[in-house]
Structures are given as structure tokens and as C-alpha cells.
T-cell receptor, first 108, second 114 residues
Framework: DAKTTQPNSMESNEEEPVHLPCNHS???????IHWYRQLPSQGPEYVIH???SNVNNRMASLAIAEDRKSSTLILHRATLRDAAVYYC?????????FGQGTRLTINP | DSGVTQTPKHLITATGQRVTLRCSPR?????VYWYQQSLDQGLQFLIQ???????AKGNILERFSAQQFPDLHSELNLSSLELGDSALYFC?????????????FGQGTRLTVV
């Protein structure tokens, strides 16, 4: 399984864009990059996933580097409800393995 | 609401005991994952089942076992419990359990071993 590296914490202001980086330099060519988030006292929640090209959904955008060694989760306009731990994972084989994640704080 | 149901929500038991955690996946999902989350270890993958068969194994202790039944619900059995087994246990399900599908997590079972 590819190891992912994320900053331990990040802080942003409400209504501003947030860019959450992830390094996955050992990812294999067929592994998908998944992002989940975990709000306090809740189970992880799927955010977005992709393989090579950038992806958009109602929650966020995922920008994947051309060499696939890194990706960035983009929250276009952060709200207080986006405060959570964000996990970048690489889905290899049948496992979904989580790293330590980034704790995102949103300031009002 | 993810559609994944875990019971019980809370469980308090003594060391040396055995407990069973239950997970009902989303309707139609064939794959079930189990995770353990403790304060110092983060989210640890334990095991995955697909349509009744074990598909992948993580750092699951020998004292722990799981199975997925024909109706696709799953149970995680924890025996000879130790204080260090106190944690949140999450179940997740996905339609096919492959790389290109998202997983949906339940709200977890909080296990406290005293």
C-alpha cells in the first residue's frame, strides 16, 4: 500500500478556499486516490476520489499531479461545518488504508 | 445518514470478556470493512469481506475475528479483551469493494474495557 503524507494541521478562514495537500510518491499506476473526512464524534465521510485527471463534485475538487505523486483537495468556500480531519488515502488492492490526516480548523 | 448501521453504539465490558459488534451494510453493498480507531493509533484497517468471503486482512489481532453472513451483515468478535482494546470500531460498506468505489462508514461502536 502506498504511504501518504499530509500536514498534521491547517487553518483557514470561513468563506475562503482551502487547499489540502497530500504526497503519495509510492502510489502504483492503478491505485485510486481517495479523500475522506471525519467530523467530531462521527464516522469518516467520503469526499472525492480520482485516478489521473482532476475531479469535481458538490463537496470539493481533487487536483492530481501529472506524475501522480501528489494531489490537492480543494474546498472552494470553506464553512465552519468543514472543520474536520481530512484523510488522503490510496486505494490499493482491496484495502483502504488511512494515514494520520490533516486537522482543518476554520476560523469565523 | 450513511445507511450503514452499527450496534451497539456503546459497550462497556471487563477485561477478559468477549463481545460481538454488529454491522448492517447499505442496501445492495457487497463489501464490508472493519476499522479500529484509538487516540494514539488513528484509523487502523482490520479486515474486509466481499459477499461472504474474506478479501483483505490488516493488523487484526488473533483474539479478533469477523465474518460476513449470507444476508451480508457482518460481525466483529473481540475476545480476551484487554484495556488497550478500548477504541471506536467502525464498519464501512461499499458496492463492490474495489478501487473505484467509495466506502460509506457507520457511526461506530465505542468499546470501553475496564
Amino acid at each position: 500500500d502506498a504511504k501518504t503524507t499530509q500536514p498534521n494541521s491547517m487553518e483557514s478562514n470561513e468563506e475562503e478556499p482551502v487547499h489540502l495537500p497530500c504526497n503519495h510518491s509510492t502510489i502504483s499506476g492503478t491505485d485510486y486516490i481517495h479523500w475522506y473526512r471525519q467530523l467530531p464524534s462521527q464516522g469518516p465521510e467520503y469526499v472525492i476520489h480520482g485516478l489521473t485527471s482532476n475531479v469535481n463534485n458538490r463537496m470539493a475538487s481533487l487536483a492530481i499531479a501529472e506524475d501522480r505523486k501528489s494531489s490537492t483537495l480543494i474546498l472552494h468556500r470553506a464553512t465552519l461545518r468543514d472543520a474536520a480531519v481530512y484523510y488522503c488515502t490510496s486505494q490499493g488492492a482491496q484495502k483502504l488504508v488511512f494515514g494520520q490526516g490533516t486537522r482543518l480548523t476554520i476560523n469565523p | 445518514d450513511s445507511g450503514v448501521t452499527q450496534t451497539p453504539k456503546h459497550l462497556i465490558t471487563a477485561t477478559g470478556q468477549r463481545v460481538t459488534l454488529r454491522c448492517s451494510p447499505r442496501s445492495g453493498d457487497l463489501s464490508v470493512y472493519w476499522y479500529q480507531q484509538s487516540l494514539d493509533q488513528g484509523l487502523q484497517f482490520l479486515i474486509q469481506y466481499y459477499n461472504g468471503e474474506e478479501r483483505a486482512k490488516g493488523n487484526i489481532l488473533e483474539r479478533f475475528s469477523a465474518q460476513q453472513f449470507p444476508d451480508l451483515h457482518s460481525e466483529l468478535n473481540l475476545s480476551s479483551l484487554e484495556l488497550g482494546d478500548s477504541a471506536l470500531y467502525f464498519c464501512a460498506s461499499s458496492p463492490r469493494g474495489n478501487k473505484n468505489t467509495e466506502a460509506f462508514f457507520g457511526q461506530g461502536t465505542r468499546l470501553t474495557v475496564v
